[in-house]
């Protein structure tokens, strides 16, 4: 990663699980980025979300594109949504997802996010999520719709320094 990236923390599972938090997120940096290596282990899984400051309420929403290389790209949308997505849960692979979170210690602001997804040979999907708070973000929860993460799944979180 560049030098302004800084590792804050990594989560790599040795079990099976279906949620993963990053807590006490230190308001020092610009922007967060999340790199995530996961796969589910259960077939009926549809999307991979998440949630800021542990908010279950209807303050989100999003935008995605869809893409698979063989079938004409997809778009929809989300609003009112109880979480963000940014990615869709493959079980056939490993599915690399990067999520990247704007200004998240600025109290002025909604917070957004951008994310692209891929699994190997599946399909690419982008997503762009917007939590309607002005708060701080802290703690983010990343989880699976469906099952859990297989074991080996990593999750990084990074800090962005102003440069």
Same mark, same amino acid.
């Given at each position: ?54 908010? *279950?309420? @209807?303050?989100?929403?999003? +935008?995605? %594109? ?6 004409? #790209?997809?778009?929809? /949308?989300? &609003? ?52 309607? *708070?002005? @708060?701080?973000?802290?703690? +983010?929860? %990343? ?6 993460? #297989?074991?080996?799944? /990593?999750? &990084? ?7």
């Amino acid at each position: 990663m560049p030098s302004t990236y800084e590792p804050i923390q990594t989560t790599t599972l040795s079990s099976a699980i279906d949620n993963v938090t990053f807590s006490s997120i230190p308001n020092t940096y610009t922007d967060l980025v999340i790199v995530a290596n996961s796969k589910n282990v259960t077939s009926n899984a549809n999307y991979l979300g998440f949630r800021y400051n542990s908010d *279950s309420g @209807s303050n989100y929403g999003y +935008v995605y %594109l869809l893409g698979s290389g063989t079938s004409p #790209a997809v778009s929809g /949308v989300g &609003t009112g949504t109880t979480f963000g997505r940014y990615g869709n849960g493959s079980t056939a692979n490993f599915e690399v997802s990067f999520l990247n979170i704007f200004n998240y210690a600025n109290t002025n602001v909604f917070k957004t996010s951008i994310s692209q997804s891929n699994a190997v040979a599946n399909y690419a999907i982008s997503y762009t999520s917007t939590w309607r *708070s002005t @708060s701080a973000i802290t703690s +983010v929860q %990343l989880f699976t719709d469906a099952g859990n993460w #297989a074991i080996g799944s /990593v999750f &990084t979180l990074y800090g962005i320094k102003a440069a």
